[in-house]
T-cell receptor, first 112, second 113 residues
Framework: GENVEQHPSTLSVQEGDSAVIKCTYS??????FPWYKQELGKGPQLIID?????GEKKDQRIAVTLNKTAKHFSLHITETQPEDSAVYFCAARSQGAQKLVFGQGTRLTINP | GAVVSQHPSWVICKSGTSVKIECRSL??????MFWYRQFPKQSLMLMATSNEGSKATYEQGVEKDKFLINHASLTLSTLTVTSAHPEDSSFYIC?????????FGPGTRLTVL
């Protein structure tokens, strides 16, 4: 089955700098890759997703890139702000499957 | 759009009692809902996939007789933890599928004394 590895487990950046979180997946048939942000005590919130027919997607300060050949995808946050501090999860879903397989999560801390 | 609610947001119960958690999609219909469990500082662990009108599909290692799931309508799924014990204490989160995208509820914190 699908396996998703996420790195780093923790990331600390200065406010205003960029943050990058990377994930690799094992199933070449995976075709959907969402990213979720989870604040303490809350449910995950979808922040951006990408499907396998595109290589990059942007939404204001957030972007996701996908390299199908290498089977990895990354989340890029630019001009980080204190409210970006949270745990971020990547996920992948195989074609035809219903469930998502999640990475282990990255705790992002933005230092003022 | 794509709002998912859960009730209750937190619950404390005595060992041996049963607890029901509701998951509702407020502004869309969801044929498929999912139930997850999350321990502190860990990732989301899928417990089961719930399809409206049919039996839930449980992940390996999840006791279906202990975690009863009902998805009787397109906007409501329930998770009942039967004969709860302290080791069942956790953060339970549901999600609902809308056009192939999962939207999560706010979670329910269960504490079993």
């Amino acid at each position: 089955g699908e396996n998703v590895e996420q790195h780093p487990s923790t990331l600390s950046v200065q406010e205003g700098d960029s943050a990058v979180i990377k994930c690799t997946y094992s199933d070449s048939a995976s075709n959907y890759f969402p990213w979720y942000k989870q604040e303490l005590g809350k449910g995950p919130q979808l922040i951006i997703d990408i499907r396998s027919n595109v290589g990059e997607k942007k939404d204001q300060r957030i972007a996701v890139t996908l390299n199908k050949t290498a089977k990895h995808f990354s989340l890029h946050i630019t001009e980080t702000q204190p409210e970006d501090s949270a745990v971020y999860f990547c996920a992948a879903r195989s074609q035809g499957a219903q469930k998502l397989v999640f990475g282990q999560g990255t705790r992002l801390t933005i230092n003022p | 759009g794509a709002v998912v609610s859960q009730h209750p947001s937190w619950v404390i119960c005595k060992s041996g009692t049963s607890v029901k958690i509701e998951c509702r999609s407020l502004d869309f219909q969801a044929t498929t809902m999912f139930w997850y469990r999350q321990f502190p500082k860990q990732s989301l662990m899928l417990m089961a996939t719930s399809n409206e009108g049919s039996k839930a599909t449980y992940e390996q290692g999840v006791e279906k007789d202990k975690f009863l799931i009902n998805h009787a309508s397109l906007t409501l799924s329930t998770l009942t933890v039967t004969s709860a014990h302290p080791e069942d204490s956790s953060f339970y989160i549901c999600s609902a599928d809308r056009t192939d995208t999962q939207y999560f509820g706010p979670g329910t914190r269960l504490t079993v004394l």
